[in-house]
């Protein structure tokens, strides 16, 4: 049995900058009764208390949930609030080149957008992200502007020799993030591994983007079990499957009625319907 499952965000718990449907927010509060979770992402904080938060059931199941934004570069966890335990900032010289190379990468490469929804480049503070529509670009833009992720290889292959000392990797549909050397989602996973005392063998990973280059690899490269996925409805199902490992016995359909009733929106009630009924 695994003691920390934990889960990449945009792509594998959520669409991108989206918040988890009823299911998965079910889901994740049974399997938070059972075991230890954590969810990394490329994502701010802010944007980790915008997108996912208010989706948590706000329980004693919180002090089982580890938060780790930017990459692993930030580590919250619940203790009647959230804290946070560290952040890998980078310094004002540092910032200072890597978005000037961002945008010389996005010019050398003639992918500089013609419409952004908001800033293209933001600075995270322990992470630079290039988000190439904007950080507000509508999903169904996202998803149509790089879907064989052949046009962040290219903004990659330009940006890395102009910044051979800082860590490059594709993000989310549409991003690029750019952390200190060796500050990836491996970084993040050895932090819970000394912080939480659990060894790497007792973990599993679970992503979309696991395969090389993508920004769960380092996962794989930290030695942890991993499970890919192609969205949240593979998530849920993996979750669905973790939970019958561990002896689960359909908490989240027998309690949906009411947890519906509590809070959830209508389309939310509709759309935990199959849950209830698998």
Avoid at 107 to 118: D, I, S
Avoid at 152 to 161: D, G, H, M, N, Q
Avoid at 209 to 222: K, T
Wanted: hydrophobic share 40%; aromatic share 6%.
């Amino acid at each position: 049995m695994k003691r920390l499952i934990v889960f990449d965000l945009d792509g594998t718990l959520a669409p991108s900058k989206s918040p988890p449907d009823v299911v998965i927010s079910l889901l994740l509060h049974d399997l938070l009764g059972m075991v230890k979770v954590a969810i990394i992402s490329g994502g701010s904080w802010p944007q980790f208390q915008m997108q996912l938060l208010p989706k948590l059931h706000a329980d004693e199941s919180l002090d089982n949930l580890y938060l780790l934004p930017t990459c692993g570069t930030q580590f919250y966890r619940h203790e009647e609030a959230w804290t946070r335990l560290y952040s890998e900032e980078l310094s004002p010289v540092e910032k200072a080149k890597i978005l000037a190379s961002l945008q010389q990468a996005l010019e050398v490469t003639g992918l500089a957008p013609e419409r952004a929804w908001g800033d293209v480049i933001e600075d995270r503070g322990s992470q630079i992200t290039l988000s190439a529509l904007g950080q507000r670009a509508p999903l169904e833009e996202k998803e149509r502007w790089d879907p064989d992720f052949s046009r962040r290889k290219r903004i990659a292959a330009a940006l890395e020799p102009l910044i051979p000392e800082f860590s490059v990797r594709i993000g989310g549909a549409t991003s690029i993030d750019v952390t200190k050397p060796g500050i990836d989602k491996a970084y993040g996973i050895r932090k819970l591994r000394d912080i939480l005392e659990i060894p790497l063998s007792e973990m599993l990973f679970i992503g979309d983007a696991l395969f090389e280059g993508g920004n769960d690899y380092p996962a794989r490269q930290a030695r942890v079990d991993c499970i890919p996925v192609r969205g949240p409805d593979d998530t849920k199902l993996v979750i669905e499957t973790i939970l019958a490992c561990f002896g689960g016995d359909g908490e989240a359909e027998a309690a949906a009625p009411e947890r519906q009733r509590e809070g959830a929106t209508p389309e939310e009630a509709e759309a935990a319907a199959p849950a209830q009924a698998a």
